[in-house]
Nanobody, 116 residues
Framework: QVQVVESGGGLVQTGGSLRLSCTPS????????VGWYLQAPGKQRELVAA???????NYADSTKGRFTISRDNAKNTVYLQMNSLKADDTGIYYC??????????WGQGTQVTVSS
């Protein structure tokens, strides 16, 4: 069973920045896509950004230009750099890794709170 560890959440003021990290127990090369999802209070979980094994990335419209997803293969970690944070970015951020068989592995989530 793959374990997924997320970190980097916290409390930040509007306009601030945070960097989230996602590290699986297995090799990151075992997964063809890694995504970050946001579950805002009272809302469904939504994709924020994703990155493929080859490095291609895509973003939700609400995060384009503010968030950057990247991967450090040497550290076996995927990052989500979040800048110009807004109150709407508040919620629990989950990392999901999908392997070549189509199985998804989720982390426990990390809380991000943006205060005005």
């Amino acid at each position: 069973q793959v374990q997924v560890v997320e970190s980097g959440g916290g409390l930040v003021q509007t306009g601030g920045s945070l960097r989230l990290s996602c590290t699986p127990s297995g090799s990151i090369f075992s997964f063809y896509v890694v995504g970050w999802y946001l579950q805002a209070p009272g809302k469904q979980r939504e994709l924020v950004a994703a990155i493929s094994r080859g490095g291609s990335s895509n973003y939700a419209d609400s995060t384009k230009g503010r968030f950057t997803i990247s991967r450090d293969n040497a550290k076996n970690t995927v990052y989500l750099q979040m800048n110009s944070l807004k109150a709407d970015d508040t919620g629990i951020y989950y990392c999901s890794l999908t392997n070549w068989a189509g199985t998804d592995y989720w982390g426990q989530g990390t809380q991000v709170t943006v205060s005005s």
